[in-house]
């Protein structure tokens, strides 16, 4: 049996509290400016979620231990979390910003 064709089993993914506290924050700004656009982003989120917890490797690894990192698609977010022996957690939800050079 080739590697690749072996699915892993899914992992629960858990947010932290400061984690969907700025989840929340970002959702109810969104929402208040365009309701259907703050859908579009839950959809997006929640489609990483999915792939998160079937391919947990698939973030970056950041020069924490056992953190990584992952954009969440058209949203200009990422996902900071930690893969654990039996969850996923998700420690942060950022903005992404771009520095300008002065």
């Known amino acids: 049996m080739c590697a690749a064709s072996v699915k892993q089993a899914n992992r629960t993914v858990r ?25 579009l982003v839950l959809q997006r989120v929640s489609k990483v979620i999915d792939l998160l917890s079937t391919q947990p490797d698939i973030g970056t690894p950041t020069y924490l231990p056992a953190l990584r990192r992952y954009p969440v698609p058209k949203t200009g977010h990422t996902i900071e979390y930690r893969v654990t022996a039996n ?14 050079k002065t």
């Open 15 to 39: 947010w932290s509290a400061a984690a969907q506290r700025a989840l929340d924050q970002t959702m109810a700004h969104i929402n208040a400016q365009d309701y259907s656009t703050g859908l």
């Open 87 to 100: 969850d996923i957690v998700i420690v942060r939800w950022v903005r992404n910003v771009r520095i300008r």
